[in-house]
Structure formats: structure tokens, C-alpha cells
């Protein structure tokens, strides 16, 4: 009896780990496979047609159950330094949107101040995700400085419509960081705090020798 116990537990094992590899193989076809070609055809690329008439570009990497819409700082910065996300987010078989915000890269850039206000750029990335056909049940934001101040409001208005929401580098309270920015002023010497105060006191922010001090 115990010989066939010895026997049969080695044979378990690789079955399950036959499995396993089996189903990882699956999984990284399975991340490959777009279902709908026909929206995708230049490498993932879809440009989304907005309500006021303008297109914004969005490029689709994998196909998973998760799926993550990234969101750039500026507001004008681009989707660029997002690409880093490229290296690491298909090896965790993680469906992943890069996008240019309206007046970025790739994106339309129209010459009208108007649009460029927060509660617009909300109704934006909501216009993008019903275009990307993202839901409650698949649906995660992430914004990085900018762009982490327009995911947490995109959440305030349709948090209905998301599995998961993650900020980087933003805080959500302006007042409390100045709080803790001045903690943190008043830890440098004396003679570069007097410098500083010297600039900001003449409002001359954009003076060399300010920007090359902060």
C-alpha cells in the first residue's frame, strides 16, 4: 500500500503541474487572441470619435478579463512614459488602453480653451470607456499626476462603473499637502529657504535661478 502511495504522489504532482502549464500556455493565447479584429487593425490602435466632434487615439495591448485604462499626467503630457507599463503588464496577463487625453500626441488638439476644463475631461474618459466597451465588472483606472486627479474625479461621478481605481503620484487633499510641503521647506538651510522666499515674494517663478534651486 505504501508503495503505491509513493508511486501515485509523483504521478499527482505531474499531472498537475502539466496542467498548469497547459493552462498557462492557454492563458497567454488566450492574452494574444483579439477578439475583435475588426476595431483593431493598426496594432491595436482605435481613435474615438468624442461628442464635440473631436478624435482621441487609444491603443489596446492583450485580451484579458482585467483591464486597465491608463490616464497621463500634463494635463498635455503624453501617453509616452506610460509605455513603460508594456514591459511588465503582459507578463501579469493584464489587458491594458494607452491613451492621449484630448490636445495630446496623437490625439486631435484643438485651439479652444474652452474644453480644457476638469469636468469635460471627465465626461471624456467616460466617452472612452463606453467606446472601449470597459464595464463594472472588468473596468480599472489608473491616473498618474494629472491624471490622478481626473481618475478620482471620474470615480466621484462613475465610481458605478468601476472594479478598480489606482493613483499615483497625486494626492486627493491640496491642503494637507501644503502642510506637509512646508514641513518639508523648513528642513532645508537657512540661506536657501531666504533665496527662495527672496523669488517667490517678487512672483519671478520663472527666474533661472529660481527653477534651477526648485
Known sequence: MKIKQIFLIPLILLFVLGFSSCKNSNNNNDYLNFKT??????????????????KVWTKRFGNSPMKVLLLHGGPAFTHEYMEAFESFFPKANIEFFEYDQLGSYYSDQPDNDSLWVLDRFVEEVEQVRKALG??????????????????????????????????????????????YNTKLRNQLRPSLLDSLKYYEDKKDFQNPVYLNMV
Do not use: C, H, R
Open 134 to 179: 470597459l464595464n463594472k465588472d472588468n473596468f480599472f483606472l489608473l491616473g498618474n499626476s494629472w491624471g490622478g486627479i481626473l481618475a478620482m474625479e471620474y470615480a466621484a461621478k462613475y465610481q458605478k462603473n468601476l472594479k478598480g481605481l489606482i493613483i499615483s503620484n497625486m494626492t486627493s487633499s491640496f491642503a494637507k499637502y501644503v502642510v
Open 37 to 54: 479584429p475588426g476595431k483593431y487593425q493598426a496594432g491595436g490602435v482605435q481613435m474615438i470619435k468624442l461628442k464635440e466632434g473631436y
